[in-house]
């Protein structure tokens, strides 16, 4: 595929994309980002520094998704088993989160995507979760690309969630008959958007690590050495080479 000014000419990355095939991109990407730590620790940084770099790596990931015209990107950016981190560490995560929606909201809002935040948000921090409510709000009405943050979040406490929010609207209903997988999947956090086709994970780690259980049921999973950090376009483009080379069968012949 080309898509004018997103590569820079001469470099690898032109190779790449005109490898694409624009018709089979995957519809939605989701990420677990790894490595931050590894990353600055491989400096002699702080590990805070290397979420710090995260971030770069994140606002570029955003800005390309879009770019290609993909309709969802879920990142994971901090899971309910977090919480065992040290507090300064959790407290600066936080912090680069709020500085993050501050200094990028208008830029997001601009490209067109509209923001959420996924898992139980409410057991956050007030600050975080008003800035959070702020970014939903600005970008509500957007429509070029979905991007959730999955923060306090656990792919089981998701589907347990879903089952209690299943339970209290069918009590309320007078309902007794059996859900279906469609009740199932509308009940979750990503109500709405499809599956995601791909899952990047960035630092080796073979690993799902409690995220979005049910949507990857069929996605294609990609994992990489490169750290978070050090996670750019080019990676991106390689992933998606790589899925594009998969032969998806969903369970076919
Ligand atoms: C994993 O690296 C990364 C995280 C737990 C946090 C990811 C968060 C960010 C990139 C910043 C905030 C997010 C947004 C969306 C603005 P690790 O610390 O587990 O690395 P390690 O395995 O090498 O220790």
């Keep these: ?8 000419p001469g470099s690898e990355e032109v190779a790449l994309l005109e490898s694409l095939d624009a018709g089979r991109l995957p519809r939605h990407i989701a990420v677990i980002m790894d490595g931050n730590g590894r990353w600055a620790g491989q400096r002699m940084l702080p590990r805070v520094m290397g979420h710090r770099a995260g971030i770069d790596s ?23 088993e977090n919480w065992k981190r040290p507090k300064a560490e959790v407290r ?3 912090r680069l989160l709020k500085e993050f929606i501050r200094k990028e909201m208008r830029r997001v809002h601009e490209n067109n995507i509209r923001f959420q935040a996924i898992g139980r948000v409410r057991e956050l921090d007030e600050s975080v979760q008003g800035e959070l409510r702020r970014f939903e709000e600005l970008t509500a009405g957007n429509t070029g690309m979905v991007l959730n943050v999955a923060l306090n979040y656990s792919g089981r406490a998701e589907l347990t969630d879903a089952c209690n929010r299943l339970i209290a609207e069918r009590a309320r209903a ?32 073979v690993r799902i690590s409690n995220f ?12 990489t050495p490169t750290f978070w950090p050090d996670f750019r ?5 390689e992933a998606l080479v790589e899925y594009q080379r998969r032969d998806r069968r969903y369970g076919g012949i």
């Design 58 to 80: 994140v606002r570029e990931i955003v800005e390309d998704t879009r770019r290609l015209g993909i309709g969802a990107l879920t990142l994971y950016a901090f899971s309910t």
């Design 212 to 223: 979005l259980l049910w949507q990857i049921a069929y996605a294609e999973i990609y994992i």
């Design 1 to 8: 595929m080309r898509l004018d000014g997103f590569v820079e």
């Design 92 to 94: 600066t995560l936080m």
């Design 233 to 237: 376009r080019r990676h991106l483009l």
């Design 174 to 205: 007078g309902d007794a008959s059996e859900v279906d997988e469609d009740a199932i999947a509308g009940a979750l956090y990503t109500a709405g958007l499809p599956d995601p086709d791909l899952l990047i994970r960035t630092s080796g780690e």
